[in-house]
């Protein structure tokens, strides 16, 4: 049964940090990039952050740079989050998705919700004091 699963949000002061991890069963998870996104309250769905099927190239949305990293470990169908500096701005539901052979897709345009085929049912994630 294909699967996407996230885990790892929670409640964090701001400044704090969290690691976000998605577990992936079912696939061919090796040949597919895999994205971040999250939703907050009230606003469209925002792409992350993206990473290759080799994990050999990211990309990251202008908002999170330099605070967040992406990271994939193939051995363990499991891609990750680390989330640092975080701030009230980034509380939000964070989605994992899957594009199968989305390598372009994601070092050119950066994580588009609209070209991913598979999708996990998010982790909440919420920076508040």
């Known amino acids: 049964q294909l699967q996407l699963v996230e885990s790892g949000g929670g409640l964090v002061q701001p400044g704090g940090s969290l690691r976000l991890s998605c577990a992936a069963s079912g696939f061919s998870f090796e040949n597919h990039a895999i994205g971040w996104f999250r939703q907050a309250p009230g606003k469209e769905r925002e792409g992350v952050s993206c990473?290759?099927?080799?994990?050999?190239?990211?990309n990251y949305a202008d908002s999170v740079k330099g605070r967040f990293t992406i990271s994939r470990d193939n051995a363990k169908n499991t891609v990750y989050l680390e989330m640092n500096s975080l701030k009230p701005e980034d509380t939000a539901v964070y989605y994992c998705a899957a594009q199968h052979l989305g390598d372009l897709a994601c070092v050119i345009a950066g994580p588009s919700s609209h070209v991913m085929d598979y999708w996990g049912k998010g982790t909440l994630v919420t920076v508040s004091s």
């Open positions: 990473i290759s099927s080799s994990g050999d190239r990211t």
